[in-house]
């Protein structure tokens, strides 16, 4: 069985998050912002000789169009007509095959996101080739796991923050996560939630390691589950150490550059909660590297998941593998139209027992909320 051709597919869809209307001065780059008004996804399929599909997921959000190059250009070539792995081994022998060829281009960025897509529709293949949910292929012994409720950016309004979680508290979640900055935000949603609820923040890499510093001992007394990613540039690995001794847990790894980029944090002991991102550090090989390489260090792993396409199921099989405390986060916010049904987000996600990924998108929604698709094989691309 070999890999006939591959296609990428980018998705613009509509979603909404209950909150006031954004202001001209705000910007999107952020997938939290609250300019934004539809969530993009960028989505591979593998097709192959035998007719099984396996879908990806690369990062992309608004630089969907670079990853898109990335992978028509550079990604896709080194994989068309190669045999479909039928093994772990396997497939990371391929995958290492193509980081080596494409590692003039850098190890990280859009090339690293386009093989993570890669990455993780080859070991939705390979599920479906030894005929088990993916999640029972990592070794995971739970097939329903937890979701925590990661929140947009409501501009650190007290008032508003405090209404939306109260909000994702109805709604059954108990753990939480901000994007907010100022102290006052915080606070308020720390008061309007009940003491046994679970609260992180994300701050988005805003502050110097003195200013990290002193907001991570201002923090403290809130008892926050960590504070993500405070320093400038996010890489900064022993400023990210001197703010963890102010006392509130960090957390860090999105950004992180590949699965190397994890060995500093690490040696740093700069975090206390590892976030590797599936679609951005190389898939669902580099991701398993990052956890094995976190066990060493005593490092809890805890994924980033601002994911909607095949990144999210990717993401909540790893975590069923994971300890039974560690949640899968998710956007509180509603889609208008279901890509597939786990995204009408709960606060459990009960993972299929289909082989592999088990990711069915709608047929239907995507063709409604396509706006790129091409098809590549070895004679060439098509636009479809």
Not at 168 to 184: N, S
Not at 222 to 229: A, D, I, M, S, T
Not at 347 to 356: I, K
Request: aromatic share 8%; net charge negative; glycine share 8%.
């Amino acid at each position: 069985m070999k890999i006939t051709s591959i296609e990428v597919i980018r998705l613009s869809l509509p979603f909404d998050s209950d909150r006031p209307l954004a202001t001209a001065q705000e910007t999107p780059w952020n997938a939290a912002s609250p300019s934004l008004k539809k969530m993009e996804t960028l989505l591979v399929r593998i097709e192959t000789s035998s007719g099984l599909q396996g879908w990806g997921e690369a990062f992309g959000h608004l630089a969907n169009p670079v990853t898109q190059q990335a992978l028509q250009q550079l990604v896709i070539p080194c994989f068309l007509d190669k045999p479909v792995p039928q093994s772990r081994v396997a497939l990371e022998a391929l995958m290492a095959d193509a980081e080596k060829a494409l590692h003039g281009f850098g190890r990280g960025g859009p090339v690293r996101f386009g093989l993570s897509a890669i990455d993780i529709a080859l070991w939705d293949l390979l599920g479906q080739q030894l005929e088990q949910p993916l999640w029972q292929l990592l070794g995971a012994k739970r097939q329903q796991i937890s979701l925590y409720a990661s929140l947009v950016s409501y501009n650190n309004q007290p008032e508003e923050v405090a209404r939306q979680v109260t909000r994702a508290w109805q709604a059954g979640f108990r753990t939480l996560k901000l994007h907010e900055t100022e102290y006052a935000a915080i606070a308020a949603a720390r008061a309007a939630l009940p003491p046994e609820a679970t609260l992180m923040v994300d701050v988005n890499c805003p502050w110097t390691v003195a200013e990290a510093s002193l907001r991570a001992r201002q923090l403290a007394e809130l008892k926050l589950g960590w504070l993500e990613e405070p320093v400038w540039p996010p890489d900064d690995a022993h400023g990210l150490a001197t703010v963890r001794s102010a006392g509130t847990p960090i957390a860090a790894g999105e950004n992180a550059g590949g699965e190397w980029g994890f060995t500093a944090l690490f040696d740093s002991g700069a975090i206390d909660v590892a976030q590797p991102s599936v679609a951005k550090v190389g898939g669902i090989s580099a991701l398993l590297r990052v956890v094995a390489q976190a066990a060493t260090h005593q490092v809890k792993v805890v994924p980033h998941c601002f994911y909607y396409g095949a990144g999210l199921p990717a993401t909540a099989h790893i975590v069923a593998a994971l300890p039974d405390d560690i949640q899968l986060e998710v956007p509180f916010i509603r889609f208008t139209s279901l890509l597939y049904p786990q995204l009408a987000f709960a606060p459990t996600l009960t993972l299929p027992d289909t082989p592999g990924l088990g990711f069915a998108p709608d047929a239907q929604v995507m063709q409604q909320h396509t706006i790129d698709h091409i098809q590549v094989n070895m004679e060439g691309t098509r636009y479809v």
